[in-house]
Structures are given as C-alpha cells and as structure tokens.
C-alpha cells in the first residue's frame, strides 16, 4: 500500500470520527477532523502525481472517500437543521448521477477523469462545510454569512459541473 493511498484510507477512517463529534456537539472538534480529512484528500492527489503512484485503487477509492467525507458531514448537518434538506438533496442527485455516468463509461474501457468545476465543487463544499462547522467564524464578526453564501456557491458548483460532465460525455449514452 503506497502513502497516497493509505491517506485515503486515513481520510475514510476520519469520517465515523468525525461523526461522533458533530453529533455530540462537538463542532469545533468535529471542523479540526474534517479540516484534516479534507487536507489528506489534497495531499494524496498530489502525492500521487508527484511520485507517479497513481493506481486503481486510488482511482476508486479516492473520489469515493470524498463523497462519503462531504455526504456524511451534509447529511449530519441536515439532522442538525443547518442545511436545507433539498441542498443535500441536489447534491446527492449530482454524485449518483455522474458516478452512473463514469459506471457506464467505465464499462465501454472510457474513464471520466475529474474536471476542474467538479474540482471547484468539491472544495467549495468542504469550505462550506468547515464554515458551517466553525459557525462562520470568522465572518460572524463582521456580520456577514458567509458560510450560507459559500454553501449556496456550493450548490450552484454542484449542478454546473454535473450538466457539465453530462454533456462533455453524452456519446457514452450513444453507444
């Protein structure tokens, strides 16, 4: 098991963590493990470019354990009252489709490799998150909600790049 892919299992590890402590109201502590689970989901990418250890696994596992770090902490947030059940509703709708989407590709030996609004979605989603978690701060001193705006920029992220993906890949639904 090479490093990159032994971050990502770190990060799949993380997530019952960082359960137990956001629903124990344990926010802040709960931001500090999802902070670090998000960190390895960087490090790992780059790691595995720079030391050319890209592997199968990786490109399994590492886009799942971001879905289920981002869709844990959205769907414990939901439970909370802190999103809107809808918002987590159109983001999940996204995931199972363009994870439909690479199956069925994946079937014709065609890989979908990650684009760069998919990219921007998944960071916009953490940071959302991490706001949410960190109840704004620091912006809750100026007044100013920013974590509701990043969350809103999030799901915005997250319909664009799933149309996007759809139509970059529309021949795979020709075949």
Request: net charge positive; glycine share 6%.
């Amino acid at each position: 098991m090479n490093l990159p892919n032994t971050l990502t299992l770190i990060r799949i590890a993380l997530i019952p963590v960082f359960i137990v402590f956001l629903l124990n109201d344990r926010s802040y502590v709960a931001a500090v493990v999802f902070i670090v689970a998000a960190l390895t989901d960087a490090l790992d990418g780059y790691l595995a470019r720079k030391m050319d250890l890209i592997t199968n696994f990786g490109k399994l596992m590492d886009p799942l354990a971001d879905k289920l770090l981002v869709v844990s902490a959205l769907v414990c947030l939901t439970e909370l009252g802190e999103i809107a059940g809808w918002m987590v509703i159109v983001i999940l709708a996204r995931e199972f489709m363009i994870t439909g989407l690479r199956s069925v590709a994946a079937g014709e030996g065609v890989i979908i490799a990650a684009g760069m609004a998919g990219k921007l979605k998944t960071v916009s989603q953490m940071a959302a998150i991490v706001l949410i978690l960190l109840r704004n701060w620091p912006f809750v001193y100026v007044g100013f909600p920013f974590d509701r705006v990043m969350l809103w920029i999030a799901v915005a992220l997250t319909v664009y790049s799933g149309v996007e993906y759809m139509i970059k890949n529309r021949s795979v639904f020709k075949a």
